[in-house]
């Protein structure tokens, strides 16, 4: 089941998390008024579904907004880079990282406006574009071979060379989707 593989000292932590979210919120609009209900059911839980897919402890959340999947996984032992192109989000999580005791890296940029990242990463993202977008934004900043995981709501949105990895479960989540796989070959001179 979903989270189920969480320890206390993780569970603890994301505790801590959503108690700093559910207080930011309505200062630096980092979740909707109705999201706050369902901050477990739409958004750790869906964070925690990326896990058996992640090849890697290394991961880059692209567009990571108020810090799903990025620092939930950061709170599970993954090596997280999360960039948010909007400050008020990252200050809010370099405060959240500090105060929970997460080590994690947090960018301020836009990923089409970062340097390259080494080969083979591993990239992820929740909610930004589809995924033939996502793909185009990382090409330019992942030179070789890179894993692209993401959250997509129904099959249509599905890009080429990619695999439905998961249907994700409703309940325990509130809403359907599918977690895909993107593997984008390492490029030959």
């Keep these: 089941m979903l989270g189920a593989g969480i320890t206390e000292?993780?569970?603890g932590k994301?505790?801590?998390?959503?108690?700093?979210?559910?207080?930011?919120?309505?200062?630096?609009?980092?979740?909707?008024?109705?999201e706050i209900e369902r901050l477990w059911t739409r958004h750790v839980l869906e964070s925690l579904a990326f896990i058996?897919?992640?090849q890697t402890k290394k991961v880059i959340d692209v567009g990571t907004g108020a810090g799903f999947p990025g620092m939930i996984l950061a709170m599970c032992g993954f090596d997280v880079t999360m960039v948010e192109s909007r400050r008020k989000r990252c200050a809010f999580l370099e405060t959240a990282a500090r105060t929970c005791g997460v080590s994690c890296r947090i960018i301020n940029s836009r990923i089409e406006n970062l340097d390259s990242f080494p080969g083979q990463s591993t990239f992820m993202s929740r909610a930004v574009k589809g995924p033939e977008k996502m793909v185009e934004l990382?090409?330019?900043v992942a030179p070789g071979e890179f894993l692209l995981v993401t959250?997509?709501?129904?099959?249509?949105?599905?890009?080429?060379?990619?695999v439905i990895s998961e249907k994700l479960p409703v309940p325990p989540l509130d809403r359907s989707g599918f977690?895909?796989?993107?593997?984008?070959?390492c490029k030959k001179n």
């Design 151 to 162: 959250r997509i709501s129904s099959i249509i949105e599905t890009c080429s060379n990619a």
């Design 14 to 34: 994301i505790e801590e998390f959503l108690d700093l979210l559910r207080n930011a919120a309505g200062k630096t609009n980092l979740v909707g008024p109705a």
């Design 179 to 185: 977690i895909l796989q993107y593997r984008h070959p």
């Design 52 to 54: 058996p897919f992640l």
């Design 138 to 140: 990382i090409k330019p």
């Design 9 to 11: 000292d993780s569970y």
